[in-house]
């Protein structure tokens, strides 16, 4: 039920490239993808007067209008949801924008920003030519100097190979194609991924009346508010979302990591493995193995807890210590506080029937990663990562923006596009002034 | 981390660290295969030997080879030669663990003073015995306690300790399933 991403990379549209070989638009800078990471490039680049267009194989917003599922709010609150000379201005600041009012307010930024946007133009080539990149679309053929890639972070879904091992009986479906649990069979689901996709999902799920078995792996636990704010606020105003890039010590690892155990919510609710545990989800080990019909678990969910539980205590000193040494200008009334250690079930689970029909359903949330099928530069890794220092790819004139720990922390979510963008664009300019146009 | 001195567990984790570097760039290097020869004795008394192993490209060996006596105790009526091949999975995990946290102490700039880990793993040996099929030959519960003297806090130990098995190969292969396949030759 869900539209099939990603509408831009494969060979849907191959007949008319060549016919329009004839016409080539040349234009300065290309952006592709007129979500919030392309038009706060698009926004920086008018400013600075650059020329440019954004292409975008769907509407604008397309990802957040057709790939959430229908509860999805972002973790973030509405004060802190701002992108180059646009901010939430409405009466709820603490609340999260459901995605109809992020879509409405990405809609709005493009309108305000004038952005030169192309809805339905799906890019299905970019190859290197002498004086910049070849971009072949559904609708015709550009030339430019420099390319943004800000096309997402969560193009497709990551499901592990055991998922082949599935028995036939059961449904399975990825957290892209997850709309609600009124489109799942009766009976039990099976969550896999503790992410904050994961720990909502099975929240929802178990809501709806449904057995829900959540396999946790490595995550991140968070709670909501700590001594009265909303831990975002901390993040913010500590200065830890700040962090760059290049200050971090394992960078790769921490572009992978999952996404806090985070929900928005008007109540601000902590969502971590005890409240799901409070709710009646069932939580098991890591998915290892899908053998003869049974789910095996790892039975190393204490240490998942506790690393999770040390990771947690070292973020809320780091908060305290910044709170302490800011003196009277941290607005914290609260004292420090520390939350029960995760709870391990009794007799952790290490298998699950997948065959005697208690459970019909598994829902991989197992994370996402981007989509560069029609990518035809050489800048990808051996996993098929974009090679980039600070969204500066390894290929002159091309960038990219829009993807976990950028450039900094908070580069993973919709207000960190601000900085990113300022920067990436000012890279590009002097980029753009350095090399000549060739005659 | 700062460093006012030097901290030494023994560890060379420049050494680890550069083969961690190399072997990001050659990944071939990395697949290693480690082996053991086991010999019937008597009764359920063996004997199995390692010494050699595959790595880093190419056939490797041990400065010796080493033996272990495998056999079960007197209450099973055995001769009780060595020690149980159970109890060496606890050998395996006991010292795995062991070595991840004086090799973390070393890159985290933590002086070691002790490091001992107790372990039980407690089995129904109706499942062995074939006397009840719901109950699992194996064990059905491992518990290690380390005890550790360190130049650090406890939340620094208990982050070393949860470190360490996340990096350690036997705590993997105890609690995740594996691929087994015994063939008669």
């Known amino acids: 039920m869900v539209e099939q991403f990603p509408g831009r990379a494969t060979g849907r549209t191959s007949k008319s490239s060549s016919q329009r070989s004839s016409i080539i638009e040349r234009v300065t800078t290309i952006i592709i993808g007129a979500g919030h990471a392309g038009l706060a490039a698009s926004r920086c680049l008018t400013e600075q007067s650059i020329d440019h267009v954004v292409l975008e194989r ?33 009466s709820r600041p603490d609340d999260f924008m459901t995605m109809a009012e992020v879509v409405a307010f990405v809609s709005r930024y493009a309108e305000i920003a004038r952005a030169p946007v192309r809805t339905q133009t ?28 800000a096309s997402g972070a969560c193009n497709i879904a990551q499901v592990p190979a055991l998922r082949d091992a599935l028995p036939s009986s059961i449904q399975s479906l990825t957290a892209l194609e997850y709309r609600n649990p009124q489109q799942l069979a009766d009976g039990g689901v099976l969550i896999v991924g503790a992410s904050a996709t994961g720990v909502q999902l099975a929240d929802e799920i178990r809501r709806s009346g449904r ?9 991140v636990r968070l709670p909501r508010t700590y001594r009265g704010r909303d831990v975002l606020w901390w993040m913010d105003a500590s200065g830890v979302w700040n962090q760059r890039y290049d200050e971090i010590d394992d960078l790769t690892r921490a572009r992978k990591l999952p ?21 009646g989800v069932e939580i098991a080990g890591r998915l290892a193995m899908v053998r003869d019909g049974r789910a095996l678990f790892s039975g190393g969910l204490r240490n998942m807890f506790a690393l999770a539980d040390l990771k947690m205590n070292r973020l809320l000193d780091t908060f305290d210590e910044w709170a302490r040494t800011a003196n ?108 000549p146009v060739k005659a | 981390m700062a460093q ?106 933590i002086q070691l003073r002790s490091v001992e880990a107790k372990l039980e793993g407690t089995m129904d040996i109706q499942g062995i015995l074939g006397i009840d099929s719901d109950v699992r030959n194996g064990y059905d519960d491992i518990k290690v306690t380390f005890h550790i003297d360190a130049d650090a806090s406890k939340q620094e130990i208990e982050a070393l300790v949860a470190q360490s098995q996340k990096r350690s190969a036997v705590y993997d292969i105890v609690t995740n399933p594996t691929n087994v396949s015994v063939v008669v030759a």
């Open chain 2, 4 to 109: 006012t001195k030097t901290v030494n567990n023994g560890v060379n984790v420049d050494a680890l660290l550069a083969a961690r570097k190399a072997l990001t760039d050659a990944p071939q290097a990395a697949k290693f295969a480690w082996r053991a020869s086991c010999k019937w004795q008597n009764g359920t008394h063996s004997d199995t030997k390692v010494q050699g192993f595959f790595g880093l490209g190419q056939e490797q060996k041990h400065r010796t080879e080493f033996s272990f006596s495998a056999d079960h105790p007197e209450i099973f009526a055995s001769e009780d030669l060595g020690a149980t091949p159970v109890e060496y999975v606890l050998v395996g995990l006991a010292s795995c663990l062991t070595a991840g946290v004086a090799a973390v102490a070393q890159n985290r700039g």
């Open chain 1, 259 to 279: 996404s806090p155990q985070l929900v928005g919510t008007p109540e601000r609710v902590t969502l971590d493995i005890n409240a799901l545990t409070a709710a």
């Open chain 1, 211 to 219: 057995r829900v078995v959540l396999a946790v792996g490595e995550h």
């Open chain 1, 328 to 435: 009277g200008s941290a607005p914290v009334d609260a004292p420090a506080e520390r939350f029960e250690p995760t709870q391990v079930p009794d007799k952790p689970r290490l298998d699950l029937d997948l065959r005697d029909g208690s459970i019909q359903t598994v829902i991989w949330a197992t994370g996402f990663r981007p989509d560069y099928r029609w990518l035809h530069v050489p800048v990808l890794d051996a996993k098929g990562y974009l090679r980039h220092d600070g969204g500066i790819v390894d290929s002159p004139g091309l960038y990219t923006l829009g993807l976990p720990v950028l450039r900094r922390r908070k580069s993973s979510f919709i207000h960190g596009s601000e900085d990113d963008a300022r920067d990436i664009t000012t890279h590009l300019a002097q980029y753009l002034a350095k090399v």
């Open chain 1, 58 to 90: 769907g509407e604008v917003a397309n990802s957040w209008r057709r790939e959430r599922w229908d509860s999805l709010r972002l973790l973030t609150p509405n004060w802190q949801t701002r992108l180059p000379g646009h901010r939430y201005e409405g």
């Open chain 1, 122 to 149: 799906a890019v299905t080539s970019v190859t290197r030519v002498d004086d910049g990149y070849h971009v072949v679309t559904d609708r015709g053929e550009l030339r430019a100097r420099s390319v943004v890639i």
